[in-house]
């Protein structure tokens, strides 16, 4: 299915990604315990808001047309097999998730919100041509599960 659809409706998706993984990262940032963690915290959200935004030029770049389907429901087959990569509905969801976990649960979740960003964001791949934005993200990504599992560490009993 590799280049069947154009990658504006998982750059969408990343944005809205990005924008609760933010959300997210802020809430947390202001009710962890750990300062360690609501400086990391804090820190990733800021950098969420600028993968959003890389995400939103690629966007204006990117042709929108309709999809070709080789068999009628394909395309929505696909947005509902991409969806399992979202971690947060909306921003509400991921707000009320910081707010709900304590330190080390938060940290946990924090960890699998970032694996399957990394997961649309290698699924972003195989649909755009330019993968520079999207590998350095992936990078940044990466860095934030390192980083989140050195605050893990240091904050498990």
């Known amino acids: 299915m590799a280049n069947l659809f154009l990658a504006s409706e ?10 609760n993984g933010a959300a997210f990262y802020q809430a947390l940032s ?5 300062t360690a963690l ?7 959200a800021e950098q969420e808001i600028m993968h959003e935004k890389r995400f939103a030029q690629l966007l204006a770049e990117v042709e929108h047309r309709e999809p ?3 068999y009628p429901g394909e395309f929505d087959a696909y947005i509902q ?4 990569f979202k971690m947060f509905p909306d921003k509400e969801s991921a707000i009320a998730e910081a707010n709900q976990l304590d330190d080390i649960p938060a940290v946990e ?3 699998k919100t970032e694996q399957a960003t990394l997961n649309l964001l290698n699924e972003l791949k195989k649909h755009i ?3 520079v934005i999207i590998d350095l993200t992936i990078n940044e990504e990466k860095d934030h599960i390192e980083q989140l599992n050195q605050i893990l560490k240091s904050i498990k009993p």
Do not use: G, P
């Open 10 to 19: 998982i750059l969408e998706m990343n944005i809205a990604e990005e924008q």
């Open 30 to 34: 202001e009710s962890a315990q750990s």
């Open 38 to 44: 609501k400086k990391a915290a804090h820190e990733i």
């Open 68 to 70: 070709e389907e080789s």
């Open 81 to 84: 097999s991409l969806m399992r």
């Open 109 to 111: 979740y924090a960890i």
């Open 129 to 131: 041509d330019s993968h």
